[in-house]
């Protein structure tokens, strides 16, 4: 199962890489140029008509490779982990009605002809929708049950139906701030890379070759991509690529038997969440008044003056160590 993995890596690397570069000038053909807000920083102006929907390439490219690694798992290896294939499709499946999602939404952008798609209520509705599809089959094939791992602890806390309230709110919560982490040029697909790379190595650990196929797919489509995406950036996710690795990231914490875990290795993700409530909310109290210069908040960072190549590098350290203190939250 390590070369699989290493394998599927390599692949997705390869096959995001190529269909990127294939990609690219068809979406210029189709002028689909990513529209820039004037309430953001005024110097990504510049960016504005970077092709935009990339996220394509990489679920092209992710989906060839769960496919071909399951078939080659299922004829050439004896595979003992229980609902292996269960795992990856019902997982796989939920990210990919992620990216529906966002590709609805990036269409409706260009329809309109603004950066605005689908409204926040629609887009939510929608990813409920998908939440919930995911959870019903979940528990159908049994694969969760209605207690959740403390992380750090071997304790489960017996949740019995409000489990289910309780991972609608982290999978939606967890899919929106992956998208909200995708503002700069590689941001998103570095950060996403990192969390990857940690599920990689509990799926080793676990022994769980679905997670360690997922998570090594998602690591080879995040690398393959910055190829394109490392700052300046000829090319961007949108909603379509980001809620896909949104899912796929909640994804692979499921199937690691430790929902609250995509909490830890993702801070950067509920950091950027965090901090877009908190400025709204403080703008609503004060009447106009901000706690940062604009959020999210690799925004308010570049407003104090980083470089967007600073601040991936940093976001990424931090991720990275978090990385580390979330492997001792697995207690494994």
């Not at 807000?37 to 490219?61: Q, V």
């Not at 590709?103 to 209520?121: C, P, Q, R, V, W």
């Not at 109290?285 to 908040?297: A, D, E, N, W």
Request: aromatic content about 12%.
């Amino acid at each position: 199962m390590k070369l699989i993995i290493v394998l599927t890596l390599a692949l997705s690397f390869v096959l995001t890489a190529l269909f990127t570069r294939i990609l690219i000038p068809i979406l210029k053909s189709k002028k689909m140029g990513q529209k820039i807000l004037d309430i953001g920083p005024r110097w990504h102006k510049g960016k504005e008509g970077t092709p935009t929907m990339g996220g394509i390439a990489f679920i092209c490219a992710s989906s060839i490779c769960a496919l071909v690694f399951s078939l080659v798992s299922y004829f050439f290896l004896d595979i003992t982990e229980e609902k292996f294939f269960t795992k990856l499709f019902v997982t796989f499946g939920f990210a990919l009605m992620c990216g529906v999602i966002g590709m609805i939404d990036d269409y409706a952008k260009f329809t309109h002809g603004k950066n605005e798609g689908l409204s926040a209520g629609q887009k939510y509705i929608l990813q409920l929708g998908a939440a919930g599809i995911y959870l019903f089959l979940l528990r159908v094939f049994g694969l969760v049950s209605t207690s959740i791992r403390i992380p750090f602890t071997s304790f489960d806390l017996e949740l019995g139906i409000v489990y289910y309230i309780i991972m609608l709110l982290l999978i939606t919560g967890v899919v929106n701030s992956v998208n909200l982490t995708d503002g700069i040029d590689g941001l998103a697909s570095t950060v996403t890379a990192i969390v990857g790379a940690f599920f990689v190595v509990v799926g080793l650990v676990l022994g769980s070759g679905s997670l360690g196929i997922i998570a090594s797919l998602t690591v080879g489509a995040c690398l393959g991509f910055l190829v394109y995406n490392f700052y300046p950036a000829k090319v961007f996710m949108g909603d379509t690529g980001s809620l896909f690795l949104g899912g796929l990231v909640i994804g692979m914490s499921i199937l690691a038997g430790n929902p609250l875990i995509s909490v830890i290795v993702g801070i950067i993700y509920i950091t950027e969440t965090a901090s877009v409530m908190m400025q709204v909310t403080y703008f609503k109290l004060t009447h106009g008044k901000r706690i940062f210069k604009m959020s999210p908040i690799h925004h308010h960072f570049e407003k104090c003056g980083w470089s967007e190549i600073k601040i991936v590098s940093v976001f990424s350290a931090i991720t990275l160590v978090f990385a580390v203190v979330a492997y001792f939250g697995m207690n494994i």
